[in-house]
Antibody, heavy 128, light 112 residues
Framework: QVQLQESGPGLVKPSQTLSLTCAVS??????????WSWIRQPAGKGLEWIGRFYTSGSTNYNPSLKSRVTISVDTSKNQFSLKLSSVTAADTAVYYC????????????????????WGKGTTVTVSS | QSALTQPASVSGSPGQSITISCTGTSSDFEIYDLVSWYQQHPGKAPKLMIY???KRPSGVSNRFSGSKSGNTASLTISGLQPEDEADYYCCSYAGSSTFLVIFGGGTKLTVL
């Protein structure tokens, strides 16, 4: 049973960089079968996808956040990380990590078609 | 910019059936069967309920079903139960190589 656990500072000052880590247990992050994503949710609002990492080294980012986001993986620790730079109060949210799965039977390759495992989320507040 | 539109709220009585719609604006939404639905209870992480339009993950009740026609996908919950009261989000993807994720705005389901 794969489990994800987010961790990181709960308070970040404006203009600084938000850094979070998602620890993966019960499965290998480098298996190549899944993709690994970050999603956030401001209080009382909807879900916003931030971006993903695949063990091939490829990344995809939400165009609205792309200039400020870096997602990377540490296979030795079986975890992946999010860095969001130049934060403002608008970045205050609950941040979730999730595993994306799916398979393209036409091309015979794994794809990020749905998020089947989620972390419990961690709240990050941007404030001075 | 692709977008998914959901009703802000729906309601139903226990035992009834309800349907939540999700209308997409991009051609990818119509072409690819990559709509998924997530249930979120207050203070909890989202939970995958439907993927690839109609498929149910193991452990999800068969009271939940999904469909899609043209640019509108739907989540139907039959035999409503009090524990079904939650927020529901549809999700789809844009870009055949980048698979950028798009979430709908969410629908609050109230079980009367």
């Amino acid at each position: 049973q794969v489990q994800l656990q987010e961790s990181g500072p709960g308070l970040v000052k404006p203009s600084q960089t938000l850094s979070l880590t998602c620890a993966v247990s019960g499965g290998s992050i480098s298996s190549g079968t899944y993709y690994w994503s970050w999603i956030r949710q401001p209080a009382g609002k909807g879900l916003e996808w931030i971006g993903r990492f695949y063990t091939s080294g490829s990344t995809n980012y939400n165009p609205s956040l792309k200039s400020r986001v870096t997602i990377s993986v540490d296979t030795s620790k079986n975890q992946f990380s999010l860095k969001l730079s130049s934060v403002t109060a608008a970045d205050t949210a609950v941040y979730y990590c999730a595993r994306e799965g799916g398979y393209d039977y036409v091309w015979g390759s794994y794809r990020p078609y749905y998020m089947d495992v989620w972390g419990k989320g961690t709240t990050v507040t941007v404030s001075s | 910019q692709s977008a998914l539109t959901q009703p802000a709220s729906v309601s139903g009585s226990p035992g009834q059936s309800i349907t939540i719609s999700c209308t997409g604006t991009s051609s990818d939404f119509e072409i690819y069967d990559l709509v998924s639905w997530y249930q979120q209870h207050p203070g909890k992480a989202p939970k995958l309920m439907i993927y690839e339009v109609t498929k149910r993950p193991s452990g999800v009740s068969n009271r939940f079903s999904g469909s899609k026609s043209g640019n509108t996908a739907s989540l139907t919950i039959s035999g409503l139960q009090p524990e079904d009261e939650a927020d529901y989000y549809c999700c789809s993807y844009a870009g055949s190589s980048t698979f950028l994720v798009i979430f709908g705005g969410g629908t609050k389901l109230t079980v009367l």
